[in-house]
């Protein structure tokens, strides 16, 4: 079955820096990216997302960039908040009836 | 107007127990799914329901039975509660079974297995 792995795992940055998260998946038939944000105590949201006929999305201050050949996707937020502390998930998807394989998540601080 | 909701909120039960917890979505969707979000965050598909059919059955214990009554509710049912089903599970939603869709978390249910 489909594996991914999300790097790194806890983040920190000052307030106006960049922050990116990387995920690696090992099913080369996934064609579905989303990134879901998840505060405290709350549901995962979906931030954005990329399919896989495109290599990049912008949305404001997110973005993510995908590469099939080498089975990786990415991240990027500028001018970080601090309401962009969060818990982050990559997942890949189209595979099996909307099934969402998840990474581990990556807790993102920043600091004011 | 909540989109999808989930109860109880909290679960508090001694092991051995069998208990539920109930989904609701009034977004119209077709597909239903349920989550596990263990201590360490990592969140695992365990069931999908399209307009009440099962979809998805990932390698969960037979002990956890889930039902969908109509394709606005989904439930899920837990036999002999042990210590390792403490976590929490969310109810989610899409609008079909296709690859492409957001899916829509309820607020999840913390389930704490004395």
């Known amino acids: 079955g489909e594996n991914v792995e999300q790097h790194p795992s806890t983040l920190s940055v000052q307030e106006g820096d960049s922050a990116v998260i990387k995920c690696t998946y090992s099913d080369s038939a996934s064609n579905y990216f989303p990134w879901y944000k998840q505060e405290l105590g709350k549901r995962p949201q979906l931030i954005i997302d990329?399919?896989?006929?495109?290599g990049e999305k912008k949305d404001q201050r997110i973005a993510v960039t995908l590469n099939k050949t080498a089975k990786h996707f990415s991240l990027h937020i500028t001018e970080t908040q601090p309401e962009d502390s969060a818990v982050y998930f990559c997942a890949t998807g189209g595979t099996s009836y909307g099934k969402l394989t998840f990474g581990q998540g990556t807790i993102l601080t920043v600091h004011p | 107007d909540t989109a999808v909701s989930q109860t109880p909120k909290y679960l508090v039960t001694q092991m051995g127990n069998d208990k539920s917890i109930k989904c609701e979505q009034n977004?119209?969707?077709?597909?239903m799914y349920w989550y596990k979000q263990d201590s360490k965050k990592f969140l695992k598909i365990m069931f999908s329901?399209?307009?009440?059919?099962?979809?998805i059955n990932e390698t969960v214990p037979n002990r956890f039975s889930p039902k969908s009554p109509d394709k606005a509710h989904l439930n899920l049912h837990i036999n002999s509660l042990e210590l390792g089903d403490s976590a929490v599970y969310f109810c989610a939603s899409s609008p079909s079974r296709g690859s492409y869709n957001e899916q829509f978390f309820g607020p999840g249910t913390r389930l704490t297995v004395l």
């Open positions: 990329i399919r896989s006929n495109v």
């Open positions: 329901y399209n307009n009440k059919e099962l979809i």
């Open positions: 977004l119209g969707h077709d597909t």
